[in-house]
């Protein structure tokens, strides 16, 4: 799939170490459900997503070089999820929001989604800008619903959500 700018594309083996460079900042994955990656759970991680359908790797068009990923997974019948992730050096350029709108036109005209939601942490502002961006609107603020690490008791330490969605009808 192709952009003014972008490629998107499946995921190879060969990736691991353009995913490892925006998976391994911190400040790239402080809102995800896992930590920094190291170079061995890199290479583990682009082997995988090789495997899987649900990841797109998106690449500059005039080079090839991967600058994010976005993820499109059905949840529910005609019901689809959308994700992204880029390197902070690609930040405020333009290239999540087109790359996300090529995969949200995906869902609704190829694989005919009746709904696509995303979500994010309310204190990730650059993620639930993009959403508004794409025409979502914000359907939710779940409070403590989800954590992704434990404190020093091990007891989860709950982040709140922001769920946002759009339907098939309202894509433009």
């Not at 999820?81 to 790359?99: I, M, R, S």
């Amino acid at each position: 799939m192709e952009t003014a700018r972008l490629c998107l594309r499946h995921f190879r083996p060969q990736d691991w170490e353009p995913l490892h460079a925006y998976l391994s900042l911190e400040e790239v994955v402080k809102y995800e459900p896992y930590g920094v990656f190291s170079r061995e759970k890199s290479k583990q991680e682009a082997l995988r997503r090789s495997k899987d359908d649900r990841f797109w790797a998106v690449c500059l068009k005039k080079n090839g070089h991967l600058i994010g990923n976005l993820y499109l997974e059905e949840q529910d019948y005609a019901a689809w999820e959308l994700g992204y992730v880029f390197h902070l050096d690609f930040w405020g350029k333009g290239y999540a929001t087109e790359a996300a709108s090529a995969l949200l036109r995906y869902a609704f005209e190829e694989k005919k989604a009746h709904l696509v939601t995303a979500s994010c942490n309310p204190m990730n502002s650059a993620s639930w800008r993009l959403m508004e961006r794409l025409g979502m609107r914000r359907e939710g603020h779940l409070v403590k619903s989800i954590y992704f690490s434990r404190d020093d008791q091990g007891q989860p330490i709950w982040q709140d959500t922001y769920v946002y969605g759009i339907l098939a009808e309202e894509y433009v």
